[in-house]
C-alpha cells in the first residue's frame, strides 16, 4: 500500500550535514542506521541467530521512543532569539548568511511544542514493518487480530501519535482497513463507538492500548526525583560549570565572530538554538539548513558533549535517583517476561506475545542507566571534555527519534529460556553479565539482576525522605 510502495530512497550524503552525528536526542534514527537511508524497511535478520535451531521466540517486548517532532516551545522562543540577532544585527559578506536574512523564514510557531511531525509518523510506521519482518511469529496479523499485541502510551501527543502510526504500519502492512484506531478510555470508547458508524472501531480487544503515564512517564511520578533533581538546580551544577567554560565560551566566541555580533549577545542558549535549528530543519524537512554552517565538527562534539552532560546528571549515572525512578517500569517488564515464562512451561497460551510501549527519551535513559547500559570508568563532568572524547555514554548513539530497546524471550527447549536485548535493532549485551554471548540464559540475567528484582521499590525509592538501606 500507499507508504510501502516507495520506500526505496536514496539520499544524497551532500544534504547530510557534517555535524549530524553529534545531535544527541534531535538526531534522525539513520543516523545511528545508516543502510536504512537506501532502504528504510531493510532488516537484518543474522542478529537474531539463536544458539540453536530449536530456539522459537514467545515475548517481544519494545520499549519505543517517539518519531521526530517539532521543537518545544521553550526551544522555539530561544530560536526566535537567535533569528532577531540574524535579522537586525548580524553583518557579512557570506552567502549563507544572505539566505537567511533574505530567504529563511522563522516558520516554527509555538503551538507546535513538541508535536509529531509527517516524518515521526513515517518513523513508526516503518519501524514496525522492520519488527514485524524481524518477528514474523509475533508481530502478525494472527497475533493483532487476535489480541496477543498490547501497546502501552504516554499521554503527550508525540506518544499517542506514534503508537497509533506504529499500529497503522502493520494495519496498512497487512490491508487491515477499517480499523481506525480510537484513544479511548474504556467507558467513553462504548459509549461512543454505539454512536459511530460501523467503519470506525473503538480500541477494541485487538487493539488493546492503554495511556498509562505511571509506567511511561514515571520521572514525572518519582517525588524524590523530582524535588532532588528535576526542581534542584544544584543537581546539574556540572552542566551550569560547562556551559561556563572555555570550551563552550569559544563556540560561543566563534559564532559571535562569524555574525560580527558582540559576545553577549551570543549566550548558550541562543548557541544551542542555533544547532537544534540545523537539527531540526534536517530532522523535519530532510535539509541542510544555513544554520549549519555556524559550526564544525570540533564545535559539534562540544554542543554534544554539554547535551550528554544534561543526560547524564538529569536522566543517567549522575544521581542514583535518576534511575531508580524506572523501577516501576524495570518491574513491569520483568513481571510481564516472567508470566511468559509460567505460560509457556504450562503449555499455555502466551496471552501476550508483544508488548509495545511508546514514551520518551527521559523513559528509555533511566531503564538503560539501572540495566547498566553505557557506564563509562569516569563520570562526565565539567572539567574532563577531552578525556571523555570516546565515552560510551552518548545519546546521539543511543536515543535518536524512534529509539527502541527491544527485549526478545525464546524457548530454546530443554527449559532453557533465553533473552535477547536490541537496542535500535542491534544486538547488545547485558552489561556485567558473564554471558556475553547475544542471547544469554533467562534464568542467568534474572540472577543478574536479582537485587534490583527482590527490590526496586518505586513507593521507596521515590518516597522524599528515603530511609537508609537496612543494616
Ligand atoms: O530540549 P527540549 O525542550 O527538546 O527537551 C525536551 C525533551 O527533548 P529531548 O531532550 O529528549 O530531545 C523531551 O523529551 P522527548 O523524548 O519527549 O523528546 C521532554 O519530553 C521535554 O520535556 C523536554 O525535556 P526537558 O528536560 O523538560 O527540557
Known sequence: SGFLSNYVTFEDEANIPAIAKYFNTKGRYEEVNPYLREDILAVNRSILQPPSAECRQIHLTAIIRHGTRYPTTKNIKEMQQLYNIVLHNASGEQSWLHELQ???????TEDMDGRLVQKGVNELKHLAVRL???FPSLISEEKLRGGFIKFITSSKHRCVNSTLSFKAGLTELWDIKGMTMIIMMGPLCIACCSLLPVAFLCADVEFDHAVNDALMRFFDKCTRFVEEVDNNPSAVTEVEKFKEGPEMRRVQQKIADIL???YSSITYDVAEAAFYLCAYEFAIRSVKSPWCELFDEDDAKVIEYAS?????????????INSKASCILFHDVFSRMDKTATQNKLGQQVTEAVTVQVGHADTLLPLLTLLGFFN???PLTSTNYAAQAHRSFRTSHMLPYAANLLLVLSDC???DLRLQPLLNEKPVTFPGLTDRSSMPLYRDVLEHYKDLLQGCDFETECQLFKQPAEV
Open 260 to 262: 560580527n555580533v558582540p
Open 413 to 415: 527447549g530443554g527449559g
Open 376 to 378: 563509562d570508568s569516569e
Open 132 to 134: 514485524s519482518k524481524l
Open 102 to 108: 533574505t530567504q529563511w523564514r522563522m516558520w516554527y
Open 308 to 320: 550528554d552532560l544534561r543526560e547524564f546528571w538529569k536522566r543517567g549515572y549522575g544521581h542514583d
